[in-house]
């Protein structure tokens, strides 16, 4: 079984549930375990509100509008990624653009989103689009099926 879709949002406050239920009703509708459905929500909430909050592209004089994203289930394997056309994540002199997700104190009120990603899914990649710019997010996670799931992989 193979499921994939593709949105292309408006980077604004609205779209992040938006996002969130889409892979619910897909995630439900195909069977997969509730837990993982829920990991895999919470993490594509906080790559979103990212996109929505650092996705503006300020180098061409004002903000991209959208932000896209991306879901694929594929067999035993559910793989997002969420890309903004903003300014990317700040490079190190020398290294490419990959932030170090460190942990944040527990008052803080900015700052959780990546770390909740990495503690949610499996595998995460954090960098930026090359060419033009942009950030890029993406995470896959190994799905657990429910017994009577309807699209069970093959």
């Known amino acids: 079984m193979s499921i994939w879709w593709?949105?292309?949002?408006?980077?604004?406050?609205?779209?992040?549930?938006?996002a969130r239920r889409l892979l619910l009703g897909t995630m439900e509708t195909a069977g997969v375990d509730p837990e993982i459905s829920y990991d895999l929500s919470v993490a594509l909430s906080e790559a979103c509100a990212n996109a929505v909050e650092h996705g503006g592209d300020?180098?061409?004089g004002g903000t991209s509008e959208a932000y896209?994203?991306?879901?694929?289930?594929?067999?035993?394997?559910?793989?997002?990624?969420?890309?903004?056309?903003?300014?990317?994540?700040?490079?190190?002199?020398?290294a490419p653009a990959r932030p170090q997700v460190r942990p944040v104190s527990s008052d803080a009120e900015h700052g959780r989103g990546l770390c909740l990603i990495q503690a949610l899914?499996?595998?995460?990649?954090?960098?930026?689009?090359?060419?033009?710019?942009?950030?890029?997010?993406s995470f896959d996670k190994i799905l657990k099926w429910r017994e009577d799931a309807p699209l069970v992989a093959v």
């Not at 879901?71 to 903003?86: N, W």
């Open 6 to 18: 593709s949105l292309h949002l408006r980077r604004d406050a609205a779209s992040v549930p938006l």
């Open 58 to 60: 300020a180098a061409r």
């Open 68 to 94: 896209r994203v991306t879901a694929y289930l594929d067999g035993e394997k559910c793989r997002i990624e969420v890309a903004d056309a903003g300014p990317g994540f700040p490079a190190a002199t020398g």
């Open 121 to 137: 899914a499996d595998h995460v990649h954090i960098g930026n689009k090359p060419g033009r710019g942009g950030a890029v997010v």
